[in-house]
């Protein structure tokens, strides 16, 4: 929190030089370290601007210490591209996921944040690797996971999956396809080690694996998302009169918050599973209530948005669960107060 990038690399190094592996490092330290960043975030002990810079310091304490000359491995094994879906920021369990398996004698393409299914195949026709490993922290870019693992198997290389995107337990990464899944860096390269993944099977197709979106709900939704927002943020001030006196600034983060409701029940539309809507509203309202924000504030955004679909069976009754897990008191089928 003092932003003393020099101590933190120099605690980083002293410890490799002292025996410590550099695997521990990457893992029990420096991630755990980050984590740790992440729940502080969340409950408001610290700012954005902090939260941004204690990041940057833990990606070059992860460069000072993978290029250590202790820290060399020979490539010894296969070749894996490791990459973040696309729309994905979050870059820094990916790369500590290629710099152990690095450590493990692979031989890594590190492609980093956000990277499109597309510009993904174009990298494993150019060099051919043994198996992609796709890294997701957000599940609101699950579907463009899902295009990937199906891009990637399409031409013939497995693919592992990882991050809080494809959890709890490896549900989302089962359900969309994926050829393995892991919890962490860790346990991503005894994976591998123990064997390569299986091929993808022939014949697969995406659409087969979610017969659910041939409603089309979720194309629906996710296409008109800025309307959605609009409408509601147009009609907030009236359910909520405390907005009438809210700066530019909160009135910013209100619309922000609208996007990601919206962004979060099209992803539980895509997976068909409410509890990804809910637990996301579960998190909201700890961060909001965090920040001095009465979590009740969502409730009448869950209505107004239930109004807005109300000709769309499945995300009314996500609406519905939502607000319940926040309240205990359902909404009715059109998205109102029963």
């Not at 198996?131 to 579907?143: D, H, K």
């Not at 769309?312 to 029963?338: H, K, M, N, Q, Y």
Request: proline share 6%; hydrophobic share 45%.
């Amino acid at each position: 929190m003092a932003l003393d990038e020099s101590a933190a690399i120099g605690a980083v190094v002293r410890a490799l030089e002292e025996g410590m592996g550099a695997e521990d490092l990457l893992l029990d330290v420096i991630a755990s370290v980050q984590r740790r960043v992440g729940r502080e975030w969340a409950a408001d002990r610290i700012t954005v601007a902090q939260e941004h810079a204690a990041t940057a310091i833990n990606d070059r304490a992860v460069t000072a210490l993978t290029l250590h000359p202790s820290a060399q491995t020979a490539p010894t094994r296969g070749r894996v591209a490791v990459a973040c879906v696309e729309g994905e920021w979050h870059a820094l369990p990916a790369r500590l996921l290629a710099e152990v398996l690095r450590l493990r004698g692979w031989r890594v393409d590190y492609l980093g944040a956000q990277v499109s299914a597309p510009h993904l195949v174009a990298h494993l026709h150019r060099t051919g690797p043994d198996l992609v490993a796709l890294s997701g922290s957000l599940a609101t870019r699950l579907p463009a996971a899902h295009a990937a693992i199906t891009a990637c198997q399409a031409v013939g290389t497995p693919v592992l999956v990882g991050g809080a995107a494809f959890g709890p337990g490896s549900r989302y990464a089962r359900l969309l396809g994926a050829d393995g899944w892991a919890p962490d860096a860790r346990a991503a390269a005894d994976a591998l080690a123990r064997g390569p993944l299986p091929r993808v099977r022939p014949g697969h197709h995406a659409i087969d694996d979610l017969p659910h979106l041939r409603d089309q709900e979720y194309t629906l939704v996710a296409r008109s998302r800025p309307q959605l927002v609009g409408s509601v943020f147009g009609q907030l001030a009236d359910a909520c009169p405390a907005m009438r006196t809210y700066s530019e600034v909160q009135r910013e983060h209100t619309a922000e918050d609208l996007s990601h409701i919206v962004e979060f029940l099209a992803a539980a539309l895509y997976t068909g599973d409410e509890d990804l809507f809910c637990g996301f509203l579960e998190w909201t309202a700890g961060v909001l209530d965090a920040r001095g924000v009465p979590s009740a504030s969502l409730r009448p955004a869950l209505e107004l948005l239930g109004r807005e679909l109300q000709d769309f069976p499945r995300a009314t009754a996500i609406l519905r669960a939502g607000a319940a897990r926040l309240t205990r008191t359902p909404l009715s089928p059109a998205g109102t107060a029963e």
